[in-house]
């Protein structure tokens, strides 16, 4: 399902569950009706980065155990009328199966353009479930050994899962680090190590961090939330290059 993508990565820390965030807000501006599922049972955050945890009753859980109307586990955002969430259960236990995560997904596809699943980090349980539904995937990664040898080993699990159009985001991308490092010379052997090809290049920007922390939506002048504006363009088939690295102080 197009509908459908699995938002990703090898290791935490990354700042995927700000990608999931970011880049639903940016297919919301765009006029799409997006909904945001948190596959991250027992450590879910887009409740509150979406500024619905003081609102929330029902999640995930409750909707496969019958305790609630799917329609009744789903909250719009505090900051967009077009931007939903179904949120993660509060325990790992109750992880959603792949068979069901994928019946699920089927039918909140026929009411949404976007269906983001933001998966836990790994490739447990949880990761599972969230690719059995998926048809693309995003795998969001820092540029350094470690974090690249884990998406390798994520890109893996979903080409075993039949999760075949992959696309790399590099997010907390900062030039000057990056090149202080010294790990790479540029970002070509960065890209060969996922397996992936590259859709996005998302700069360390607290602005967009600390939107996410606040439930609000980021500045206009973000340089973050900008990226992942193009990065939405993108998903939707818009040809719209890549800035220079230079730009990514």
Known sequence: MDTVTVITSGKGGVGKSTVTAGLGAA???????????????GLGCLDHM????????????????????????VYVSAFSPNLFLLPAP???EDTVSPDIMRK????????YDHVLIDSPAGVGQGFRSAAASAGRALLVATPDPVCLRDTFQAH???QEAGVTRQ???????????????????????????????????????????AACANARPAPEKSQGALALGRLAAR????????????NFR
């Open 156 to 158: 893996l699990r979903l």
């Open 235 to 246: 998903l939707e088939g818009a040809r719209v290059p890549l800035p220079p690295l230079q």
């Open 90 to 92: 509060g325990t790992e």
């Open 27 to 41: 297919l919301a501006a765009r006029g799409r009706r997006v909904l945001l599922v948190d596959g991250d049972a």
């Open 104 to 111: 699920l997904m089927d039918v909140f596809a026929r009411y």
């Open 167 to 209: 696309r790399l985001v590099i997010n907390r991308f900062s030039c000057s680090v990056f090149r202080a490092q010294g790990y790479y010379g540029d970002l070509d052997p960065v890209i060969d190590a996922t397996g992936a090809r590259l859709i996005a290049v998302v700069p360390e920007d607290p602005l967009l961090a």
């Open 50 to 73: 979406l500024g619905v945890s003081e609102r929330r009753v029902f999640d995930i859980a409750d909707v496969v155990s019958g305790a609630a109307e799917p329609d009744k586990a």
